[in-house]
């Protein structure tokens, strides 16, 4: 917001000079347009995939994928609405514009706990291998406990305090005015804020895990095939794999890190100062879904159906013959044992890496 007061600063802009407020606005509902139909895009493919592909689809970072659209497309939506609020707001009930900032507000918690769900997936898979069980148990109610919780954090202030539409500003107050701050900590900036950090040291750590894992990869190819003259030819392949591995992971939690963030920051910034912030904030809002999509196209999921595609005079496509586990690409892909139920040590784990792996695309 560009008031202290202001709650939730949404798409709207508080510019000194109209023609660069109408410029942000038309720019950012453009951006929140385009995220909309990628959100669609990405729910639709998460549907086929899920279809005709179980083996690729039963992962959870495609199946948060899609949960994840929704929330984009929730946001975005409400973002459009917002942009118009001097137009919609003024003469609406205080009831009527607590449910918009509610519905705006559970929705960006909505995508930051779907994500945080992604980054707590991979601590216990991946940097913590022997609670794999945990992982499968709690996998059923991350999205039902992700909204739940989102509802939670955000509807009892909404009941406490009283929304209102200030023209002005463009944007939302709430009454009484000192105790705003104290009303977005609670509801949403504390949430945002443990949600991003955890994502960050997940991040951190899976990078570190899985560099260590790339070393030991290449000391023990080059122990067992030192006399092989296919040897480079295999580190460069099982460098490749798990290479892309790693973009998969690192991805999904940097989203909320980078589009969530600059809202804390405008609102710590006292007016008129915060107005480059406040640009910053609503183009990067807007930006999410188109993020998100990006992320999905590079989920190895999404990688493999397009290799299945362009191998498909080679390999042809059949949905019966993909529920087959056996002779499916994801059988044997290291992304997909790093996600599936196993009780696997982490010596076996590395052994995901060997190069040839039966299963595994030969240019991953």
């Not at 963030?261 to 188109?290: D, E, F, K, R, Y």
């Not at 989920?299 to 290799?307: D, E, G, K, V």
């Not at 529920?323 to 290291?334: E, Q």
Request: glycine letters at 4%; proline letters at 6%.
């Amino acid at each position: 917001m560009s008031t202290p007061n202001s709650t939730y600063s949404g798409i709207s802009i508080n510019a000194t000079n109209a023609e660069s407020k109408a410029f942000f606005n038309i720019l950012t509902e453009v951006l929140d347009s385009i995220s909309i139909a990628v959100g669609f895009i990405v729910i639709i493919s998460v549907v086929l995939i899920r279809l005709y592909r179980p083996a690729l689809g039963r992962t959870i970072t495609v199946r948060l994928s899609g949960w994840i659209a929704l929330a984009d497309i929730l946001v975005c939506s409400i973002q459009i609405i917002y942009i118009h609020g001097n137009d919609l707001f003024t003469d609406v009930s205080p009831l009527a514009l607590g449910f918009v900032l509610t519905s705006l507000q559970t929705s960006s918690l909505f995508f930051v706990y779907l994500t945080v769900c992604i980054a707590i997936n991979l601590h216990l898979t991946i940097l913590t291998s022997k609670y794999r069980n945990v992982a499968d148990k709690i996998d059923p109610w991350m999205v039902p406990v992700s909204f739940i919780w989102a509802n939670v954090t955000t509807i009892p202030f909404h009941i406490w305090f009283q929304a209102e539409w200030n023209p002005q500003i463009g944007g939302f107050v709430k009454t009484p005015a000192w105790a705003a701050p104290y009303y977005m900590w609670a509801s949403q900036y504390v949430w945002q804020l443990l949600g991003e950090l955890y994502c960050a040291c997940v991040i951190v750590m899976v990078l570190v895990k899985l560099y260590n894992m790339r070393k030991y990869q290449e000391k023990q190819s080059s122990a067992q095939n030192r006399n092989q003259i296919e040897s480079a030819d295999q580190h460069g392949r099982s460098s490749k794999r798990i290479t892309f591995v790693m973009l998969r992971i690192v991805w999904y939690p940097v989203i909320p890190i980078i589009t969530q963030t600059w809202l804390i920051v405008m609102n710590s910034i006292p007016p008129p100062h915060n107005i480059t912030w406040i640009n910053i904030n609503n183009i990067m809002s807007a930006l999410q879904g188109v993020l998100n999509g990006i992320v999905f196209c590079l989920n190895p999921a999404t990688y493999a159906l397009w290799q299945e595609w362009r191998n498909k005079s080679e390999v042809p496509f059949s949905p019966r013959a993909s529920k087959n586990a056996r002779h499916s690409f994801d059988d044997g892909a290291t992304w997909v044992k790093l996600q599936e139920p196993a009780m696997s040590t982490v010596s076996e784990n590395y052994e995901m890496y060997k190069p040839n792996k039966p299963g595994i695309p030969s240019d991953w």
